[in-house]
């Protein structure tokens, strides 16, 4: 009982775990999407500022051209707060603040030197540092500024808050103490947010090496990593993902007891009951050593007592006989029981025989009488009783075929003969099959298929069961002018998901339940508006949970019903 509370709680622990990464993959992917983008826009602005030359080709400032830019930044650079120029000798030029007038030496900043010793330096991001005139941390953006043969002129400067490149972290929800950190490849923390600071005051310009995040990470590569955070010292799942284009990695961090908490619930509850188990088994254990003690009390006075004995041991060969009994009852009713086990089997499969013979012989004849009475005048009334019999026959031999199929399914003989399987042929074929009455009731088919939708491994005739139970249904409970939309497509996941939408009567909740039980009728009057044996659906379900898949039913009364069919990628070939 321990062994399996153990194997319950370690399982919903690693479920826990891997709903985290897969959630902090997917948010990680998201920040550093919005990242790329905001700082795309920042690198098309300082391109073409750099188009425009700010410096011409004597070093000297086109001031009218960049206070024309630096008014318009906070616009075309968002979030950029200001723009900056440095001269080549490494003292500031221009700031969209006005101009310096005591020229702040910057030539030791490294991302002045960068550009300087460098021309492939590209877009360099620097770690925050503290502005003096602005009288903030800034993370500084910057470019080479350089004359048509290569001669430097100095570097252009983009000075943005480090909370504003975390602006999406507003809009999603990562609990009380998740972080959404901004590190460079160098580990230096260039903007961390959380719900205690939100401003990201907390961990800018340190550094997390020596821990488990990767020296060398590939452009778009991403992972996941336990830690003690070296900040705040709260132990946390981190998802990290590095920038396609940018030398940056986003890190989400979801706080562990966040992550656990609905697994350390489920724990609680479970060794409650182990506990509660353990306890009764103790009051057992204390209750059976009580009836040995009274048991050898007992026993001593029968040794005693002969006469008592001696009736106590014609009382315990009367229950004995009396168990003998029992139990031969009991044999018996299980050998009754298996004897009635094989008989319906053996009558399903007698009457599978005995009743689809005289239904094909019927449907036969009545084929040859409906033709024969074609080519004699005045017949028609032959040819309709003929055509009654061949349609009433068919319907006899589907119901049959169709208790049959469910009855294998439920009892666990029906099997799956499994082969490659291109479902597009199948959904097609299975169209052209209710092709015939959604013309005749004036409705409208529809297909959207996913291109290149992949192969399957499955059962190509329970397949096509199962398309056109579905589809028939929708066909047959949609009103004139409706229509019936098929849509094949690759979730996410990896598996397969089938959806067959139709604008016709609709069901409640509980009338979804009825349609899902064998023989279940919504309409069960006597007068229904619908023919049917109510198979259809079940069956489909059960073939559907046979391929490893599920079948769900949404809809609405009076707007029609949509049925979503999932196969599982171990499906997918």
Request: hydrophobic residues 50%; aromatic residues 4%.
């Given at each position: 009982m321990w062994g399996l509370i153990g194997w319950s709680i370690w399982s919903d622990r690693q479920a826990a775990f891997e709903r985290g990464r897969v959630n902090g993959r997917n948010l990680s992917a998201a920040f550093a999407v919005e990242l790329t983008h905001t700082i795309d826009t920042i690198n098309g602005a300082m391109d073409a500022i750099l188009r425009r030359r700010p410096l011409g080709e004597d070093g000297q400032l086109n001031l009218e051209e960049i206070e024309r830019w630096a008014r318009d930044v906070p616009v075309l650079a968002r979030p950029t707060a200001f723009l900056a120029l440095v001269g080549p000798d490494g003292e500031s030029i221009y700031i969209n603040t006005g101009r310096v007038g005591m020229h702040v030496d910057m030539s030791s900043k490294e991302f002045f030197s960068i550009h300087r010793e460098r021309r492939d330096a590209g877009l360099y991001i620097s770690v925050p540092m503290h502005e003096r005139?602005?009288?903030?941390?800034?993370?500084?953006?910057?470019?080479r500024i350089e004359t048509a043969d290569g001669r430097f002129l100095g570097v252009l400067v983009f000075l943005v808050p480090p909370v504003e490149l975390e602006a999406l972290y507003d809009r999603i929800d990562l609990g009380q103490r998740g972080t959404l950190t901004i590190i460079g490849l160098d580990h230096v923390i260039r903007g961390r947010v959380n719900a205690a600071h939100p401003d990201g005051a907390l961990g800018p310009g340190k550094s997390v090496g020596g821990g488990p995040l990767p020296h060398k990470l590939a452009a778009g590569g991403y992972g996941s990593y336990f830690r003690v955070s070296i900040i705040d010292g709260v132990e946390r799942l981190f998802n990290y993902r590095r920038l396609e284009t940018y030398p940056?990695?986003?890190?989400?961090?979801?706080?562990?007891?966040d992550v656990?908490?609905?697994a350390r619930g489920h724990a609680r509850t479970v060794t409650a009951f182990g506990v509660m188990g353990v306890v009764i088994l103790v009051i057992l254990a204390v209750l059976l050593a009580l009836e040995v003690h009274r048991r050898m009390l007992r026993e001593i006075e029968l040794e005693i007592e002969r006469v008592q004995l001696l009736s106590a041991r014609a009382l315990i060969q009367e229950d004995q006989a009396q168990l003998s009994r029992v139990n031969k009852e009991l044999l018996a009713a299980a050998e009754r029981a298996e004897a009635a086990s094989q008989a319906k089997s053996r009558f399903l499969a007698h009457m599978s025989h005995e009743l689809r013979t005289p239904l094909h012989a019927i449907i036969g004849f009545s084929e040859i009488i409906r033709e024969s009475a074609a080519r004699i005048p005045g017949s028609a009334a032959?040819?309709?009783?003929?055509?009654?019999?061949?349609?009433?026959?068919?319907?006899?031999l589907e119901l049959i075929n169709?208790?049959?199929?469910?009855?294998?399914?439920?009892?666990?003989?029906?099997?799956?003969?499994?082969?490659?399987?291109d479902l597009t042929d199948i959904i097609r074929g299975s169209l052209v099959v209710v092709t015939g009455r959604a013309l005749k009731n004036g409705i409208a088919l529809r297909a959207d298929l996913a291109p290149q939708l992949p192969k399957i491994r499955g059962d190509v005739t329970k397949l096509r069961q199962i398309m056109i139970n579905?589809?028939?249904?929708?066909?047959?409970?949609?009103?004139m002018g409706g229509a019936v939309t098929v849509r094949a497509e690759q979730p996410p996941d990896g598996g397969i998901m089938i959806t067959v939408r139709d604008t016709g009567i609709g069901m409640s909740n509980d009338e979804i339940e009825v349609a899902l039980q064998p023989f279940g009728q919504v309409d069960s009057s006597l007068a229904r508006n619908f023919e049917g044996t109510g198979l259809g659906l079940p069956l489909a379900l059960r073939l559907v949970e046979l391929h490893g898949g599920t079948m769900r039913l949404l809809s609405t009364k009076g707007q029609g019903t949509v049925v979503e069919i999932w196969l599982p990628p171990e499906r997918v070939v």
């Open positions: 005139v602005l009288e903030k941390d800034m993370i500084h953006f910057s470019k940056l990695i986003v890190d989400v961090a979801f706080d562990l007891e656990l908490a609905e032959i040819i309709e009783h003929a055509s009654d019999i061949h349609a009433s026959g068919q319907h006899l169709a208790i049959l199929d469910i009855s294998k399914v439920e009892s666990g003989t029906e099997h799956l003969i499994e082969e490659t399987v579905i589809l028939s249904n929708a066909v047959k409970f949609t009103d």
